[in-house]
């Protein structure tokens, strides 16, 4: 018993793990090795155009990660089934490029035709569900870079005609976005013509690149027929943009009865385009396709109406040129001002701010309405403004040109008149005058008292007076008249001060002499400004655009320089009407 159970002991059994997963793994290699049989009769001998030749590559992955899995298992061992497995697995990969090539979407028949010619199967074209198999047969394999070839160009070409094929509907969207010109009116626009124009050219340099590719094939005339369309959109829309913006400008020219009145044939000439234009922006409103507006007829009325704005255009330049050599003024404003300011009868609120850039010291115009009539009745000047009364109210009916030169003339006769009114009431009693006239009745008092003084040997009981003028004028309210009488007073007092220390007692020395000094020249009616000294000749610049400044002019121009001192005893007249 003991030699038995001893024999017993040494048996060895079999490793059954070890068993079943061998047998598993031979399992498996039977089952891939079948599948594999029948995705080869179904790839290779079911027709072409069913292969789907992105599963195939996905399947075929998993056999070679299989493959892979079955060597390492079987190590050095030689396996018939698995060396016949890994053989038809390496025939299938070598046939991936081929059937990659031959089952591309972008083949059409004239590159199958082209293929099956390349390696002598013509006969094929009579099966349409032909196999790889038989194109196999027939040497494919061998002339896969003469296919690869065909298959490259229809890619090329599948490419550009999936790119037309959007490029027509891109450019089939191109539409047009009308708005009101003003936000109550019946007046329309095109709003988006900038960005159609943009987008057109990108379009156009699109279909022109597709014409010189190598690829264009039986799209070439409809390629060609799109360039032809988009290149008369593109310059329809020019012509469009053009005649909209000289029509948005002319529109209110014509607007203004004045203008169209003196403009009669340009004006009968703009409705015409007027009438026109509308009907494109209600046509354009229904149907808002750029391409269906662009047609040829369209452009040529285009090119027409512009052709009749251009000459409207020349006609008016030359008409507001007359109107800014008549008042030179007039050249500080842009066309579409002078326009505004013409229509300044209709619509005075408008004219008031280009009033200003014509008189640049002028705030604003006072205004009166008569029965039917807009009239001047006075300006308000500076940067406080003061009101200057004008003698005879301007009628703004008056062609622009006109009633401005009278409101130039007016202002300067006003202040002829109120210089008139202080010299003849200089008493602390006088009611107040413009602030220009003011600082003038000033330095012609400081004038006449100086030479006064200079004559009496007075100079030293002058200055204080001057000081004393300057500490009240000091404590005075800060503001732009009150901040330029106290400079003027300043440069009095300096200059009485100078002359003191020069010890000066006769008026035709140089110290006295060399100064800006005012007189009253008789029968002129107006004050004369002596020799030049910048300091004071500043001041009253300054002055002038701070008070009561109407028209730089009148500082300016109308205080000529003195050829000799007159007499301080001088008295104006009572201005004439020049």
Known sequence: ???LMRAEASVVLPDLTSLASAFDLRASLWRNFESLGRRWEEWLDGPLRKVEVSAVEREVKEFEDFAGMARR???EEDDDLLRAFLAR???????????????????RDRHMKAILSTIGAQSLLEKPGFPLSELRAHGAASKLEEIEEIVARATGEHTLEVELEQLKRECGELA??????????????????????TRLEGFLAKAQGMLGSPHL??????VAELVVRLTGAQEMLEELGSLQARWTSLES???????ARQLATEAARFFVVDRFFREIMLGIAKKPSLLETASADNRARFVEANASLDAVEKMLESFL?????????LYFLSNKELVALLAAAQSPAAAQPLVQRCFERIHSLALLRVEDKTLVSGVLAGKTPELLALSEHIDLAQPAEVWLAQLEASIVSALRERLAEGLAAETPERPPLPAQVEQLLESLAFARDTETAIRDGELSALLPRLEAQVETLARLSPGPAAELACLQAINHRDIAARLLAAEVNDVESAEWTSQVRYYCVT??????ESASQPKLAESFGVAGASSAGLVSAFSRARLRPATRPAPASTVIETPRSD
């Open 176 to 197: 047009f976005r009308v708005v009101r010109l003003r936000e109550t009116g019946d007046r329309l626009i095109v709003a988006n013509a900038a960005e159609n124009f």
């Open 73 to 75: 298992a079987a190590g």
């Open 253 to 259: 020219v014509f607007g203004t009865e004045d203008i």
């Open 523 to 528: 029968g002129r009616g107006r004050p004369v």
């Open 217 to 222: 094939q039986d799209a070439r005339d409809v």
């Open 1 to 3: 018993i003991a030699g």
């Open 321 to 329: 040129e007359s109107k800014r050599k008549a008042f030179p003024r």
């Open 89 to 107: 697995l390496e025939e299938l990969q070598d046939l991936l490029p081929l059937m990659r090539a031959l089952t591309s979407k972008a083949l």
